[in-house]
């Protein structure tokens, strides 16, 4: 039904417009192999896996840029993992910008927040879990978004029909929770199940050197829940979405050298109202050793005061990253980092670099260490799961 | 020996020659040039990066541009990367004010993000070119302290020769020599200097073109790092002014959809 309401309203516009743009079509198609280093914890869980996607950009615009219309699908085809093999529209949607106001109708991505080891604030779209365990590849989430450009700062409105199940590993899969998750059985809180449409609104502005983002969100949690259950003999965990409402702040002081950014939610709906913070810093050092590549070194402490009982990993957790750009023409990068919980010692760490070959192609490295997990730690589902992958991208 | 203590001498004689006088007429020169592109409103462009390495191997970037005019502080403008094919769409917001840092935001298209960005990598290499964010971003006359040099033929026709020195500490430059052309004043030539005050590179302007009878504007711009070999040539294109842009344009909603 929202779709077909899409297609009309981008039918009629494009019959009434008259200074049109050519369409363009950009993407990727990129191959993957990722190798784990140490056998699965469940048997049934594959070993080395390689795996296509790609995803392709269509854009086209009128009136200089005023009206535009915008269709991104992704396909992946996992040779081992059935569920991470999906496609997903990421992208199909209409924008028209006024003067002081646009408005963007369709399916569509949305990012909020400032801080680098995780996006508490950020919520509009779902995470696409099977892409990436760091949350940050969303599916595409149908929306009416409305913003106003004021003065005193930007006022983004949203409607979000059609809720979005997240996307978890099959029991095959590697990077899941010990009983895997029954994505088949999801299970709402709301009695209008995945039709509840949900709201948000944000005001954001920049005043000085401060960047400061005020949202709030009432609808179906994008973050499940889990009851254990069984399904044909197997323990599994039935994905529970409940009804919640998350007040936010994001903020970023960019003084000189250092960024200071912190993100903060408060969220009801899921047991008792809890509060869990983001907070820390990214200082940069310039040119350093005399060569053209800068440093960044990021500290931010992870804080949620359900404490063990969390629904993250991260509720007393601190992360230390450096990031290294050796703005070559390459455009290569490092970004090393390690979420030590302060608790229990449980660490993560990643390392992920990138570097451009020759004009169309870019190889992308990514590894992920889970070392000395605490038996209580949520990431002792993954206390095997130690992997590197190394990705190879086309782009046209 | 001779040659050195004859140097010495010269440098330590030559300051006071160089003090109020040819400040006074090296900032005057700076004003007028500032003075003779005031008025421009808006502008966008496209730009085209070549570089090049010592052993001759090539790659390109595509770059649109649009700036807009800020009446009483520095301009602000958005670059839009079209290529390399891997960047595209990512686009680059920045406020610059002819006191205090630049504020700059940064969209990245793969995850949609805005990120507020420190403007404090005045000396770093922009897109892996042989341009510095500073020798790119907008040239505000109080950016410079000035001094006259000298006259001196460039081309058909002469320059005046000045030096201009960054006010900020944070830049990757001790000092600059630039030839601006005595009739049109617009710079021909700069020599740049590193912070051990030995010749880097050389940014060379060719082929200027008028607009609206007021506006020069070189379709290419060389620059050359004599210490690494390695060359940048941006070429122009399409140029226009006044094509209606406002503040509206340049703002961090502007930047998440900019193409």
């Known amino acids: ?52 996607s790609a995803q392709a950009e269509y854009y086209r615009e009128w009136e ?19 569920q991470r093999s999906h496609f997903d529209i990421r992208e199909l949607n209409w924008t028209s910008v006024h003067d002081d106001w646009e408005l963007t109708a369709g399916i569509g991505k949305v990012f909020w927040g400032v801080t680098e080891s995780q996006h508490l604030v950020d919520i509009i779209n779902q995470t ?5 365990t760091d949350g940050e590849e969303k599916l595409g989430q149908l929306m009416l978004k409305l913003s ?25 899969g590697r990077l899941r929770s010990i009983a895997a998750v029954d994505v088949g059985h999801a299970e709402y809180a709301s009695t ?96 350093v050793f005399e060569s053209p590549v ?31 750009a050796l703005n070559d023409e390459a455009s290569s990068e490092l970004l090393a980092g390690m979420i030590v919980d302060l608790d229990n010692s449980s660490r993560v760490m990643s390392v992920e670099a990138s570097r451009r070959i020759g004009d169309n192609w870019k190889i992308n490295l990514e590894a992920r260490f889970f070392s000395n997990i605490d038996d209580k730690d949520s990431l002792v589902s993954f206390e095997n799961d130690d992997f590197m992958q190394l990705e190879l991208a086309w782009y046209f | ?43 966008t462009a496209n730009m085209t990066m070549l570089l090049k390495n010592r052993h001759g191997q090539e790659s390109t970037r595509y770059i649109r541009l649009r700036t807009l005019e800020v009446e009483g502080d520095g301009d602000k403008s958005m670059s839009i990367f079209d290529r390399p094919r891997d960047v595209k769409g990512t686009a680059f917001l920045s406020y610059t004010h002819k006191q205090g840092s630049d504020d700059q935001w940064l969209y990245l298209p793969a995850l949609k993000r805005v990120k507020r960005i420190s403007s404090r990598n005045k000396s770093g290499s922009f897109m892996g070119s042989e341009f510095a964010y500073e020798d790119i971003s907008s040239q505000e006359v109080e950016k410079y302290t000035y001094k006259y040099l000298k006259d001196e033929a460039c081309g058909v026709d002469t320059c005046f020769v000045i030096e201009r020195d960054p006010v900020d500490e944070l830049s990757g430059y001790t000092r600059q020599v630039a030839w601006i052309n005595k ?61 209606g842009l406002a503040a509206r344009d340049f703002n961090k909603n502007s930047l998440k959809r900019a193409r």
């Open chain 1, 1 to 52: 039904m929202w779709l077909r309401v899409l297609f009309i309203l981008v039918f009629i516009n494009h019959s009434t417009l008259v200074s049109a743009s050519d369409g363009e079509w950009s993407g990727y198609i990129a191959a993957e192999w990722r190798t784990f280093f140490e056998s699965p914890s469940d048997v049934a869980q594959h070993g080395d896996t390689t795996s296509l």
């Open chain 2, 1 to 43: 020996m001779k040659l050195i203590s004859l140097l010495v001498v010269s440098v330590l004689f030559s300051s006071p020659f160089v003090s109020a006088d040819s400040e006074k007429k090296g900032l005057a020169i700076a004003v007028e040039v500032d003075k003779r592109d005031t008025g421009f409103g808006d502008t």
């Open chain 1, 192 to 287: 209008q199940g995945k039709d509840h449409i949900d709201a948000a609104i944000r005001w954001s502005t920049s005043f000085g050197d401060w960047d400061v983002g005020v949202s709030h969100f009432s609808g179906t949690s994008r973050e499940p829940r889990f009851r254990p259950a069984l399904n044909g003999g197997r323990s599994v965990l039935i994905p529970v979405y409940e009804t919640i409402d998350q007040s936010s702040l994001d903020l970023q002081a960019t003084k000189d050298d250092w960024l200071w950014k912190l993100e903060l939610i408060s969220r009801s709906g899921q047991g008792d109202r809890y509060t869990a913070a983001t907070a820390g810093f990214e200082y940069s050092l310039y040119g």
């Open chain 1, 128 to 132: 696409d879990l099977v892409e990436s």
């Open chain 2, 183 to 243: 009739k049109e004043y617009r710079p021909e030539k700069i020599d740049f200097y590193d912070r051990k005050n030995t010749l880097l590179k050389t940014l060379t302007y060719r082929d200027y073109q008028q607009y609206r009878g007021q506006f020069w504007r070189a379709n290419e711009m060389f620059m050359e790092n004599h210490q690494t070999g390695k060359t940048t040539l941006l070429k122009w294109s399409n140029y226009k002014f006044g094509t």
């Open chain 1, 148 to 172: 106003f450009t004021r003065d005193w700062g930007d006022v983004d409105l949203f409607l979000l029909p059609g809720f979005r199940e997240r996307t978890f590993p099959s029991a095959v």
């Open chain 1, 294 to 324: 800068d440093l960044g070194i990021i500290a931010e402490y992870l804080y949620d005061d359900r404490k063990e009982a969390a629904s993250t990993p991260f509720e007393d957790d601190l992360f230390l990253g450096a990031r290294f």
């Open chain 1, 64 to 82: 200089g840029g005023k009206k535009s219309f915008r269709f991104t699908p992704f396909v992946r085809v996992d040779g081992r993992d059935s």
